[in-house]
């Protein structure tokens, strides 16, 4: 037997998303607004060269590129917020600009970790050659390090694929049909 779907039928998911992430949009421009102005004090005097290694390749583009990095993050926070608003308005294409934007979120999270775990080793490399510890110290540093880096791997892994869900969910018939 064929199942029907009521046209124009409210759900729970999508209305709960949407508000989610609207909450999301809103937190993420006012922290890309604090972060802006963060950079922008601290750009005269801020300095990336590190004494041992200093940043190379797309780390150091990124790094000397800062207020762009922060520019397009402002500019995502903002298309998370209308896209999340014109879906709990049930609009099709704020659904499908919805599904871009996870999308860009779910490059941009394995890109930033791979920018996490490099500025975290030019950090330890930093640390370690300008103050000598004694070799337990090391050990017990080292432990954090690894720990912090696999809690990222975690986190990272688990929030691509919460918000693959989401898109897979996004694109059922049954959500489809709620945009009808």
Excluded at 1 to 9: C, H, P
Excluded at 49 to 62: D, E, R, S
Excluded at 68 to 73: D, E, F, I, R, S
Excluded at 94 to 102: K, Y
């Amino acid at each position: 037997m064929q199942q029907t779907y009521n046209v124009g039928s409210r759900s729970l998911f999508v209305s709960v998303t949407a508000w989610v992430f609207i909450l999301f949009g809103i937190a993420a421009i006012t922290l890309s607004v604090i972060q802006g102005a963060a950079t922008a004090s601290l750009l005269p005097g801020l300095s990336l060269h590190l004494a041992v290694k200093p940043l190379q390749g797309l780390v150091q583009v990124l790094a000397a590129h800062l207020p762009w990095v922060a520019g397009v993050a402002l500019a995502l926070s903002i298309g998370t917020l209308v896209a999340a608003i014109g879906l709990l308005l049930r609009l099709e294409w704020a659904r499908l600009a919805f599904i871009a934007v996870v999308a860009l979120a779910i490059v941009a999270n394995l890109a930033g970790l791979w920018l996490q775990q490099e500025l975290l080793q030019a950090l330890i490399d930093h640390t370690l050659s300008r103050a000598p510890l004694p070799l337990e110290a090391a050990g017990v540093f080292g432990g954090f390090a690894t720990a912090a880096r696999a809690a990222a791997v975690v986190l990272s892994v688990a929030t691509c694929l919460l918000l693959a869900w989401i898109i897979a969910r996004l694109s059922t018939q049954a959500v489809r049909q709620e945009f009808a």
